[in-house]
């Protein structure tokens, strides 16, 4: 009965964990211009001013816009002039930086 309720509570919190995780919306290219086109996030191009400020001479590897936890965020992976692979994250809204860590 033991082992039964603990192997119950294990999968338990493996479900939170999992939906703790889940809750990130990948947005398509259509949603992406509605809500530039509605003013209610900026363009993509803006955003890439910023990072690259942050990082001269950085190359885009890819761009997402995600919605996390009802927060429109444009996920940014840049190859730096050195060589490092970093991953962004900033608020489609108004460009703040959120995340900026090295990309595993």
């Known amino acids: ?46 955003l890439m ?3 690259l400020q942050r990082y001269p001479g950085a190359t885009l590897l890819e761009a997402e816009l995600e919605e996390e936890d009802d927060i429109l965020v444009y996920e940014l992976e840049l190859l730096t002039s050195r060589g490092v692979v970093r991953e962004l ?9 959120l995340k900026d860590e090295v990309d595993d």
Not at 1 to 23: E, F, H, P, S, Y
């Open 1 to 46: 009965m033991r082992k039964v309720l603990r192997d119950q509570a294990l999968c338990g919190m493996l479900l939170l964990a999992l939906n703790g995780t889940a809750g990130a919306r990948d947005l398509d290219q259509d949603e992406a211009l509605r809500l530039r086109r509605e003013g209610l996030i900026l363009p993509l191009e803006q």
């Open 49 to 51: 001013r910023t990072a």
């Open 89 to 97: 994250e900033l608020d489609a809204r108004d460009g703040r930086i």
